[in-house]
């Protein structure tokens, strides 16, 4: 876990942050952090009805740069908006959450496990306002994580759900461009350190040739 | 890296190439503040480069511009202008000029001879002495010198000498000996002796016979007898002489031909100093021309240029330092640049829990 130590504060980390998002009643707006993920979420929400699926695709080049904090932190915060929401963790090769504690350790909805497994011919009538779908890991090729993760996402958009899916580096694979053209827009997240801007421009160049809608950029100072 | 990276670098560090182009100007400056002196300069022709022709004789001529960088040629211009030697010798520079495009193989050469100075005046005064002293200098040191050349051969002259003498002589003494002086003539009348004889005899010969045939009186006989006799007693003698005459030919000739040969040593170094001399060439004190007399330089164009390379070499440093700051040193990117390079707006920011 990733412990911060502040002044004045216990030792909290972003995963708890995170976790506070949608539990309290009224925004207290005293966490630089918390506010930061609620504007994303409003920005996202400003822009669903223009994207052609209900869906968020959180990429970043390098390991390390904060994606499942980002798709964690505007998930919860979404779920104040759009709920509900579902968290979809394809981010099998860097598992940021469990090690630094980006991700909060929700339990793997059962439902929606239910409703990917039952194809979208059966819509379940209550999902709850937040879910988390884990893609398998192990053994597994890449074409059937791919089709995991549009089950996944076909169940989500059949529960009326916005779905967002962190996935794994693009430097450290392909999975998030092969899954650009089956969600609605792309988010890029960067973080601050010593860094080349043509990698920037060449995943760029990557997301316009599959077609991506890209929303913007969250750059992590943390 | 990129250019992008260096030029922000630069952008940020401008002061670096801003300080070492001041440096390098301060130094250009500091360095013409030293050094610079007024400089005169002159142009000298030498019409007949014997540095390239040489002499008949192939031995080496003496270059001009080595009689200018001379030590006995800065000592002659010290004691001309009341100062040191060393001191003309650091302030006078020669150069040969290029030939014009086009110029004939053997255009003269052209020396550019230029000299510094506290003052302008001081400098062509300078120049003008280098100049004067140096055709002096330089068709003294060229110019043949014959009693030098006839030291240099006095072992080649007196042993040809000898050799003359020698062979002449063992001539006379042949000639005395054997009476031969000018024997070959001495032959040929001899041999047209003997003919005058052998007719003489043929003509006494049939006058005897016509005598006996025509039964003529026996003193008559007798008397033409006699006259054969006599006639053949002198043609044997005449022939005889010849005969010792011809034999010591051969080893007269010999002899003359050893005094000929001691003599032609003797004409060929006669003739090698004839050519060293070369009576027929015009004196070498024409040979040298000042085309152009002392005048003043100007240091624009040196000044430009080395205030130029001040500036090129104050900005190549400079550039070349917050080039190394830009690959060792680089910053960590910002959410702007992300922005920018990613061609996307930035939607926020996640600020550090740390601050």
């Known amino acids: 876990?990733?412990?911060?130590?502040?002044?004045?504060?216990?030792?909290?980390?972003?995963?708890?942050?995170?976790?506070?998002?949608?539990?309290?009643?009224?925004?207290?707006?005293?966490?630089?952090?918390?506010?930061?993920?609620?504007?994303?979420?409003?920005?996202?929400?400003?822009?669903?009805?223009?994207?052609?699926?209900?869906?968020i695709l959180i990429l970043s080049a390098r390991p390390g740069e904060g994606r499942s904090l980002v798709a964690s932190g505007l998930a919860r915060a979404l779920t104040a908006l759009v709920a509900p929401v579902v968290l979809i963790d394809a981010d099998t090769i860097g598992s940021g959450g469990a090690r630094n504690g980006a991700m909060p350790t929700w339990p793997v909805d059962g439902a929606l496990s239910h409703a990917v497994n039952a194809v979208v011919s059966e819509p379940h009538p209550r999902l709850a306002p937040i879910s988390k779908f884990q893609v398998a890991a192990g053994q597994r090729s890449q074409?059937?994580?791919?089709?995991?993760?549009?089950?996944?996402?076909?169940?989500?958009?059949?529960?009326?759900?916005?779905?967002?899916?962190?996935?794994?580096?693009?430097?450290?694979?392909?999975?998030?461009?092969?899954?650009?053209?089956?969600?609605?827009?792309?988010?890029?997240?960067?973080?601050?350190?010593?860094?080349?801007?043509?990698?920037?421009?060449?995943?760029?160049?990557?997301?316009?040739?599959?077609?991506?809608?890209?929303?913007?950029?969250?750059?992590?100072?943390? | 890296m990129e250019l992008r990276t260096f030029l922000v670098t630069l952008?940020?560090?401008?002061?670096?190439?801003a300080l070492t182009l001041l440096v390098a100007l301060s130094g250009v400056l500091t360095y013409h503040k030293l050094t610079d002196q007024p400089q005169a300069a002159s142009t000298v022709a030498v019409l007949d480069p014997l540095a390239a022709r040489g002499t008949i004789n192939g031995e080496?001529?003496?270059?001009?511009?080595?009689?200018?960088?001379?030590?006995?040629?800065?000592?002659?211009?010290?004691?001309?202008?009341?100062?040191?030697?060393?001191?003309?010798?650091?302030?006078?520079?020669?150069?040969?000029?290029?030939?014009?495009?086009?110029?004939?193989?053997?255009?003269?050469?052209?020396?550019?001879?230029?000299?510094?100075?506290?003052?302008?005046?001081?400098?062509?005064?300078?120049?003008?002495?280098?100049?004067?002293?140096?055709?002096?200098?330089?068709?003294?040191?060229?110019?043949?010198?014959?009693?030098?050349?006839?030291?240099?051969?006095?072992?080649?002259f007196t042993s040809a000498q000898n050799a003359i003498d020698d062979a002449q002589a063992k001539l006379d003494s042949f000639t005395k000996a054997n009476d031969a002086a000018d024997l070959p003539s001495q032959v040929q009348q001899q041999r047209a002796n003997v003919g005058q004889l052998q007719i003489s005899v043929s003509q006494a010969q049939a006058d005897l016979a016509a005598a006996k045939a025509a039964n003529v009186d026996a003193s008559l006989v007798q008397a033409a007898t006699r006259k054969e006799a006599s006639l053949q007693a002198s043609l044997t003698a005449a022939e005889e002489q010849?005969?010792?005459?011809?034999?010591?030919?051969?080893?007269?000739?010999?002899?003359?031909?050893?005094?000929?040969?001691?003599?032609?040593?003797?004409?060929?170094?006669?003739?090698?100093?004839?050519?060293?001399?070369?009576?027929?060439?015009?004196?070498?004190?024409n040979e040298v021309k000042v085309l152009d007399a002392a005048q003043p330089q100007s240091q624009a164009l040196i000044l430009l240029l080395t205030y130029l390379v001040g500036v090129?070499?104050?900005?190549?440093?400079?550039?070349?330092?917050?080039?190394?700051?830009?690959?060792?040193?680089?910053?960590?990117?910002?959410?702007?640049?992300?922005?920018?390079?990613?061609?996307?707006?930035?939607?926020?920011?996640?600020?550090?829990?740390?601050?």
């Open chain 1, 1 to 55: 876990m990733r412990n911060i130590s502040t002044a004045g504060h216990s030792r909290r980390t972003y995963g708890d942050l995170v976790s506070e998002l949608d539990f309290l009643p009224e925004p207290v707006g005293d966490s630089p952090v918390l506010e930061t993920f609620r504007l994303l979420a409003i920005q996202v929400e400003r822009m669903l009805p223009q994207l052609e699926r209900r869906s």
């Open chain 1, 143 to 222: 074409l059937q994580t791919v089709d995991d993760i549009t089950r996944a996402l076909d169940g989500a958009a059949a529960n009326g759900a916005v779905a967002v899916i962190d996935t794994p580096a693009c430097l450290s694979s392909s999975l998030a461009l092969s899954l650009v053209g089956r969600v609605g827009g792309v988010i890029y997240v960067a973080r601050k350190r010593v860094e080349d801007a043509s990698t920037h421009r060449e995943i760029r160049g990557q997301l316009d040739l599959l077609g991506a809608k890209v929303l913007g950029v969250v750059f992590n100072e943390g």
């Open chain 2, 11 to 17: 952008r940020r560090l401008w002061v670096i190439p």
């Open chain 2, 60 to 156: 080496a001529q003496i270059d001009f511009s080595d009689v200018v960088q001379s030590h006995q040629l800065a000592v002659l211009v010290a004691k001309q202008l009341g100062t040191t030697p060393d001191a003309v010798t650091s302030k006078v520079q020669v150069r040969v000029l290029p030939p014009p495009a086009g110029a004939v193989t053997n255009a003269s050469l052209v020396y550019s001879v230029s000299a510094q100075a506290k003052t302008p005046a001081d400098a062509i005064r300078l120049d003008n002495a280098v100049i004067d002293q140096a055709t002096k200098l330089y068709v003294q040191l060229n110019t043949p010198d014959p009693k030098a050349f006839e030291q240099a051969l006095a072992p080649q």
């Open chain 2, 242 to 285: 010849l005969s010792t005459q011809t034999d010591l030919e051969s080893q007269y000739q010999s002899l003359l031909d050893q005094v000929n040969q001691a003599k032609q040593v003797m004409q060929g170094l006669v003739l090698a100093e004839q050519a060293y001399v070369g009576a027929d060439r015009p004196p070498y004190a």
């Open chain 2, 312 to 355: 090129v070499l104050g900005l190549l440093v400079g550039m070349s330092i917050v080039y190394l700051v830009a690959v060792f040193h680089r910053p960590e990117q910002t959410s702007l640049e992300v922005g920018r390079a990613f061609g996307a707006p930035v939607l926020v920011r996640i600020p550090s829990l740390e601050a």
